[in-house]
């Protein structure tokens, strides 16, 4: 059973577009990461929600955390070519000690 | 930047043998993770370690596969006779004591069996 649900699987756009990426679950998270992961690296982590409703902003990327900490949302404003790679979210489950579950990721192009 | 060093990136074994993969935390970082991602599947959570003592191991499969991180030393992955189905990408991830849910990835080691 896979407890964090992205979509969309695979996106495809042009330069210039705005996307949003979704991530679902009937659990609850006591905390929610969101890392982009590049061919052959590990995931880099771009950004912490802790708490329901918040929305936090890296540069043309906003978070934000469902009100009942059960799903986040991904959004990019104007996509460049070098936001190209693999987004996943991950999540501790309430009452977990620290171990992350991961969802099944969102792999995003962005052409010219 | 001393960021989760992983090592080998690489590492190539024939069926039977033994497989030792090597993680050193971020400095200050005394919370270890292992995750492994299997080809087109996701992360999965394997084991968890402070110094010396492993905390979680829900995710480790029962036979062949142990973890370790001494006192002194980087935490050690170990597979012992190795099979196809053990090719994979494994990450280490590691957290300070005061945030472990903020977790941060290795470069990983990409293990392929013969």
């Known amino acids: 059973t896979q407890l964090l649900e992205q979509s969309p699987q695979f996106l495809s756009i042009q330069e210039g577009e705005n996307l949003t990426v979704y991530c679902n679950s009937s659990?609850?998270?006591?905390?929610l990461q969101w890392y982009r992961q590049e061919p052959g690296e590990g995931p880099v982590l771009l950004v912490t929600v802790v708490t329901g409703g918040e929305v936090k902003k890296l540069k043309r990327l906003t978070f934000q955390f469902g009100d009942a900490r059960k799903d986040s949302s991904l959004h990019i404003t104007a996509a460049q070519t070098g936001d190209t790679g693999l987004y996943l979210c991950?999540?501790?489950?309430?009452?977990?000690?620290?171990?992350?579950?991961f969802g099944t990721g969102t792999r995003l192009q962005v052409t010219l | 930047n001393a960021g989760v060093m992983q090592n080998p990136r690489h590492l190539v074994r024939r069926r039977g043998q033994e497989a030792r993969l090597r993680c050193s935390p971020m400095k200050g970082h005394s919370h270890v993770y292992w995750y492994r991602q299997l080809p087109e599947e996701g992360l999965k959570f394997m084991v968890y370690l402070q110094k010396e003592n492993i905390i979680d191991e829900s995710g480790m499969p029962k036979e062949r596969f142990s973890a370790e991180f001494p006192k002194e030393g980087p935490s050690i992955l170990r597979i012992q006779q190795v099979v196809r189905g053990d090719s994979a990408a494994y990450f280490c991830?590691?957290?300070?004591?005061?945030?472990?849910?903020?977790?941060?990835f290795g470069a990983g080691t990409r293990l392929s069996v013969l």
């Open positions: 659990s609850v998270f006591s905390s």
């Open positions: 991830a590691s957290s300070p004591q005061w945030a472990k849910n903020i977790q941060y």
């Open positions: 991950a999540g501790l489950v309430t009452g977990t000690a620290s171990k992350l579950t």
